[in-house]
């Protein structure tokens, strides 16, 4: 798992919070990120796995085995490749999600395909 922060962890009275953040974020919310993800990567599959960061708060995400598909906790999913976001999509649950960010990225390779047989490639 991979924790990103908005500057050092700070500690002090209780709270568990990037320095740059200043929320307030507490060390229970940070676990509860962890657990969440954890859990939906796991509820994903084999190779799924999670990322947990703090943006006025505690967030996390999940990424597919090959590393291109992210999906958020409220269903949105994104396909990146080399930097270029390819697709997007938005599901009621991250398997919704997940099976229409497939769909889209088979109808644009297929799209692909056809529009490279045009041009001769």
Request: proline content about 3%; charged content about 25%.
């Amino acid at each position: 798992m991979k924790i990103n922060s908005l500057g050092p962890i700070d500690t002090a009275k209780g709270r568990f919070c990037g320095k740059q953040c200043g929320r307030g974020c507490t060390k229970k919310e940070y676990d509860r990120a962890v657990k969440a993800g954890y859990r939906l990567a796991r509820r994903m599959g084999r190779g799924w796995t999670y990322e947990v960061w703090e943006n006025l708060g505690w967030q996390y995400k999940i990424i597919s085995p090959g590393k291109i598909i992210t999906i958020y906790p409220n269903g949105f999913a994104s396909c990146d490749v080399d930097g270029h976001q390819l697709a997007t999509a938005n599901g009621k649950t991250p398997e919704e999600a997940s099976a229409l960010i497939l769909t889209a990225m088979i109808t644009m390779r297929g799209t692909l395909t056809r529009a490279l047989k045009k041009e001769g490639a």
